[in-house]
C-alpha cells in the first residue's frame, strides 16, 4: 500500500497556486501529499477501496463543488481517514439561523436578529407579522441562514414588511434572518470591518473591507491599538460551537466601540493570494493556513 500525509482534492482553478504552495511547503518540511482532481476520482475511488491506497489527512475542497468527489468523500468515513473540515460538522456550522440561538447563549455579541422559518414551512406572514419589524432601525438586513454568496439572495437595504415577503419568496426554502444593519467606524483610515480566520486553534485578523472586499494586513501598529481580546474570544468560542478545523468570520466595529459578530462562519475559505487578485488574502496569511494544517496534518499520522 502507498500512503500520504495528505490529500488535497479541488476543483476551482483559482485553488491552483494555493495548493501548488501547499505541496512545496509540505515536500520542503518532509510531508508528503497526493492531489485528487476531478480527472482522477475514478481512480482514486478505486485505489483506495482495494488498500493500495491511503492517506493520513484529506482536506476536501472538492465534493461541496462536484458530484464527482462524493465517492471518495463517503468512503473517507468507512476508512477513518481524518478529513478537513469533517463533513458532519460544516453542514450545521454554516447555517446562521441554526448558530443564531448558540452564539447568544455563549453570550457572542451579534446585531438584533430575528429568525424566519422558510416560506415553504411557515406559508402565511404570521410570524413576521407577529414580531413586528417596528422596533428594527432601518433599513435593515434581510439574508438567508443557509445559502451564500450575497446577490440578490440579500437584501441590505429592507424597510417594510414587504421586503421581507420579497426575500422569503426568492428562496423559499431557506430561513432568513432580520437583522439590525451595522455601520462600521473609521479606524486608521479604514472601516473597522475584519475577517478573522481559526486555522487549527490559531487566530489570525486582517482588515476586509465589506464594500470593496479588499483584505488589507494590520500592521504591528494598529494591531498594538486595536483590542482583539473580544474578537479573540469570539473566535475561539465559535471553534468550540462548530468544532471545525478552519474556518473564517466577520466583525465591525461601530462608532460606539461595541464589536460584533457580523457573518457568523465561512468554511472553505477563498484562498486566492493578493499578490495576484485585487480581493485575495493577504500571501504571508496564507502561509500561515498552510504551516497549521503541516503542524496538524503532523499530529495526525498513522503509522
Ligand atoms: N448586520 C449587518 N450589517 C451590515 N452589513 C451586513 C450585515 N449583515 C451582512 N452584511 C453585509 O452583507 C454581506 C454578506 O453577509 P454575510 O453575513 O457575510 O453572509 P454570507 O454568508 O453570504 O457572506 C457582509 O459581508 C456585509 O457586507
Ligand atoms: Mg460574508
Same mark, same amino acid.
Given at each position: 500500500m502507498k500512503k500520504y500525509n495528505l490529500a488535497i482534492a479541488y476543483k476551482w482553478i483559482y485553488d491552483t497556486d494555493f495548493v501548488s504552495l501547499i505541496e512545496n511547503i509540505f515536500h520542503k518540511n518532509g510531508l508528503s501529499t497526493y492531489i485528487i482532481h476531478k480527472n482522477n476520482t475514478k481512480e482514486v475511488y478505486g485505489l483506495l477501496k482495494s488498500n493500495e491506497l491511503f492517506f493520513d489527512v484529506i482536506l476536501d475542497r472538492g465534493s461541496d463543488e462536484d458530484e464527482d468527489f462524493e465517492p471518495i468523500a463517503q468512503l473517507t468515513k468507512e476508512l477513518q481517514i481524518k478529513v478537513i473540515n469533517d463533513y458532519h460538522l460544516t453542514d450545521l456550522a454554516l447555517d446562521k439561523s441554526v448558530l443564531q440561538p448558540k452564539l447568544e447563549k455563549e453570550n $457572542?455579541?451579534? =446585531? @438584533?436578529t430575528i429568525v424566519l422559518p422558510p416560506l415553504d414551512e411557515e406559508p402565511d406572514d404570521f410570524e413576521i407579522d407577529k414580531i /413586528?419589524? @417596528? /422596533?428594527?432601525? @432601518? =433599513?435593515f438586513i434581510i439574508k438567508p441562514? %443557509? %445559502? /451564500?454568496?450575497?446577490?440578490?439572495? $440579500? #437584501?441590505? #437595504?429592507a424597510f417594510t414588511i414587504e421586503d421581507v415577503k420579497k426575500q422569503r419568496a426568492f428562496l423559499n426554502d431557506d430561513t432568513f434572518l432580520i437583522q439590525e444593519k451595522i455601520y462600521p467606524k473609521q479606524i486608521f483610515g479604514r472601516r473597522a470591518w475584519f475577517r478573522c480566520f481559526w486555522f487549527f486553534g490559531k487566530i489570525v485578523h486582517t482588515f476586509w473591507d465589506d464594500t470593496t472586499h479588499e483584505y488589507t494586513e494590520i500592521s504591528g501598529y494598529e494591531k498594538d491599538n486595536i483590542d482583539f481580546t473580544f474578537i479573540g474570544e469570539s473566535m475561539k468560542k465559535l471553534a468550540g460551537i462548530s468544532k471545525l478545523d478552519y474556518f473564517s468570520s466577520e466583525f465591525a466595529i461601530n462608532k460606539n466601540d461595541e464589536i460584533y459578530l457580523i457573518d457568523y462562519i465561512n468554511d472553505q475559505?477563498?484562498?486566492?493570494f493578493k499578490s495576484k487578485h485585487f480581493d485575495g488574502v493577504p500571501d504571508r496569511i496564507v502561509e500561515e493556513f498552510i504551516f497549521a494544517m503541516f503542524e496538524f496534518v503532523k499530529k495526525n499520522i498513522k503509522n
Open positions: $457572542i455579541l451579534v =446585531p @438584533k /413586528s419589524l @417596528k /422596533s428594527f432601525t @432601518k =433599513p441562514g %443557509y %445559502y /451564500s454568496g450575497g446577490g440578490e439572495s $440579500i #437584501n441590505l #437595504n475559505c477563498d484562498m486566492r
